[in-house]
């Protein structure tokens, strides 16, 4: 195939493949990917509802919208003003609290991203590097669904704390989620825990629960593969609108049963993670042992 015709007619970010990525995510004390096995389960819903969660607890929140093919972000946010330039760094937008920034500030709503494998992989770096992100207690990435180029390279970019998985309870999506998981496993990330969603519906008139996507796949799966599971969303009209007027519900109906599920998950979220911190932080009984048997070594002028 001639260049010229594997050409985009999308802005393709620059991508050096020598480029020393040490100096990413600097400032930002934890960096977790919001992974789905596959589309459809309601990553990005999740991810938004949970940023803003986060940002209401007072913690200070960015949100990368690293979906290129579909950026979703900023429409489900309300967002509609774009990052600002300052020389050769933008300032991304602030929603309900939460720093933005998406493809979808700089593509047309109705123009594909036609791009591989190293151009995506500059977009995301371009992310990172270019934008001003400040100081973030959690930056949450909202991957394309599956186990593509953008989960590996953002593996290989930043240290990542951790990857949360978005799953329906049917088995088909949790065929999926193992795979996730898995490659998850490979790169050496740790899974921080199975979130699952449509879990159950409420019948707004009879108060009837329906387990319409079956039920408990989500739990068992985090059991078989002993990682934690995070918690349940319901299946609601209220969360689908409000992701499409770019009023999440954590922000439109914040005393509901939903917004209080996703405000539980962000809870168990930063005690999980504030507890890995504080175990970082102190030596082992192991390695105190070890320190008491060495003897001491006298300091030789």
Known sequence: MSESRERSDNPAPHADSRADHSHLGEGIDHIIAISSGKGGVGKTTVAVNLAVALAKSGANVGLMDADIYGPNVPGMLGVTTPPHKEGDTLIPPVSH???VMSMGFFVPEETPVVWRGPMV???????????????LDYLLVDLPPGTGDVPLSLSQMVPLTGAITVTTPQEVALHDVRKGIMMF????????????????????HCGQRAEIFDYGGGERAAEKYGIPFLGRIPLDPAIRIGGDIGAPIVIAHPDSPQAKAFEAIAAKLMDQLSKKKEQAGSPSIA?????IKEPMTPKTE
Do not use: T
């Open 185 to 204: 496993k490979k790169v050496n990330v740790p899974v921080l825990g199975i979130i699952e969603n449509m879990s159950y519906y409420v019948c707004a």
């Open 121 to 135: 992989h500059g977009a995301i770096q371009q992310f990172f590097r270019d934008v001003v992100w400040g100081k």
């Open 97 to 99: 609290g939460v720093k």
């Open 287 to 291: 390695d105190m042992i070890k320190k």
